[in-house]
């Protein structure tokens, strides 16, 4: 009996290893996303095989360093590259590659739109297309609608972006639904805590919902997600281990905010929680907020855990926010907010460093105020519209 157990359990992790090794290359070559420190906007066709970034007007062409988003086991080179020049890696829990180009130089071409060509290479080898890369030089709308999506393929939840028609303005909304995608609470983009909904005060809206992380927000301490929307990025290895520090806010801005604008409604749920234990006498309540800082270099933003942080707060200049800080009131019916930026500790706006991109603007909406820390009321949902950066 004790021969057959060992003969058992010295097979089976060789069985294991042929079933691993008898799984076919993937055949999948394409660009699935495109992010950087500039970028705020990507638009990828895979039927010409394009991919138009949309960077800050003040952005170094010559030293733009792009994140790719690749099918399972694929890898990019740029241009004459070598494969083995290009590292990449393997995100298992998302069974997405990460394939890193280094920094590519779009100067010195002439052109109002610089291109590069990069090639995709599937992770059998049998799939080689190349992609234009054009980078466009571009600004942050001062209207924000909340009225595009991306295709949902390949991600399973909404993306928003703004698009002026009148100027190559665009920008790309940011949100916690890749760090929710780990939890496997949603099926469809309606079950993701941050979303388009088409009933808005004026076309659609963006509506973001607190939701419940399940088993696996339990035991990563994680209990609920609020929903959130900001101008910024994601960053999905941070979501697990430091989650405030996952959400980076902030794009360069060049003009004067005076005041920030808009619709609201506000719904809080009906109890409150903190550390996943119900809290009696709190209600929860929304956030809705701007930021002007100062960052220490083109790569450097503020992120979530800026309340706490005197360094990063030292960064703010001025700062338009609902209620100082209190939240959102409740409103069943959409709800006029005008929001004056003020003096962020006596500090004043530089006009030179405006010119000269030295400064970057934050917008951030959550469902719940105290969300990054995982306090709040399940079902609590904020619908925001018509937002507009005024600005002098």
């Not at 002439?110 to 297309?129: I, K, L």
């Not at 600004?139 to 991600?155: A, C, G, N, Q, V």
């Not at 019916?333 to 929001?339: A, E, I, Y």
């Not at 400064?359 to 951030?364: D, E, F, G, T």
Request: with cysteine.
């Amino acid at each position: 009996m004790k021969v057959k157990k060992l003969l058992a359990y010295t097979l089976l992790p060789l069985a294991l290893n042929s079933c691993i090794q008898d799984e076919a290359p993937n055949s999948e070559a394409a660009i699935d996303q495109c992010t950087g420190d500039d970028v705020q906007y990507a638009q990828i066709s895979a039927a010409s095989r394009t991919v138009t970034l949309y960077v800050n007007k003040g952005a170094d062409l010559s030293r733009q360093a792009l994140r790719f988003e690749l099918p399972q086991g694929a890898y990019i080179k740029l241009d004459g590259q070598k494969a083995n020049d290009v590292p990449f890696m393997h995100d298992q829990d998302n069974d997405v590659t990460y394939s890193y180009s280094g920094v590519a130089d779009f100067s010195g071409q002439g052109v109002a739109q610089p291109t590069r060509r990069f090639t995709v290479v599937s992770e059998d080898g049998e799939w080689q297309p190349s992609y234009a890369v054009n980078l466009v030089l571009t600004e942050i709308p001062l209207t924000l609608k909340f009225d595009h999506l991306f295709d949902h393929s390949p991600y399973d939840y909404d993306i928003l972006f703004e698009r002026e028609t009148s100027t190559n303005n665009v920008l790309q909304w940011s949100s916690g639904n890749p760090g929710f995608k780990l939890t496997a609470m949603a099926s469809t983009p309606q079950e993701y805590p941050t979303l388009m909904d088409r009933a808005g005060y004026s076309g659609g809206c963006a509506k973001l919902v607190t939701s419940d992380t399940g088993s696996f927000g339990a035991m990563v301490k994680m209990y609920i997600a609020a929903g959130n929307l900001f101008v910024g990025r994601f960053d999905l290895s941070n979501a697990l281990t430091n989650a405030p520090k996952a959400t980076k806010f902030g794009f360069t801005f060049y003009k004067k905010p005076l005041r920030l604008t808009g619709w609201y409604k506000y719904k809080a749920g009906s109890q409150y929680t903190e550390s996943g234990q119900p809290v009696s006498g709190k209600t929860d309540t929304g956030d809705i907020y701007a930021i002007l800082y100062e960052p220490a270099d083109k790569a450097d933003m503020i992120d979530g855990e800026w309340e706490t942080s005197p360094a990063q707060k030292a960064k703010i200049v001025s700062m338009a926010r609902m209620t100082d800080g209190g939240g959102t009131p409740e409103a069943d019916n959409w709800t006029p907010f005008d929001l004056p930026f003020n003096a962020y500790e006596g500090r004043a706006v530089d006009a030179r460093k405006l010119q000269d991109g030295k400064y970057k603007l934050a917008i951030v909406f959550s469902s719940s105020l105290k969300g990054a820390t995982f306090a709040g009321a399940l079902g609590s949902t904020l619908y925001v519209d018509e937002v507009n950066i005024v600005c002098e």
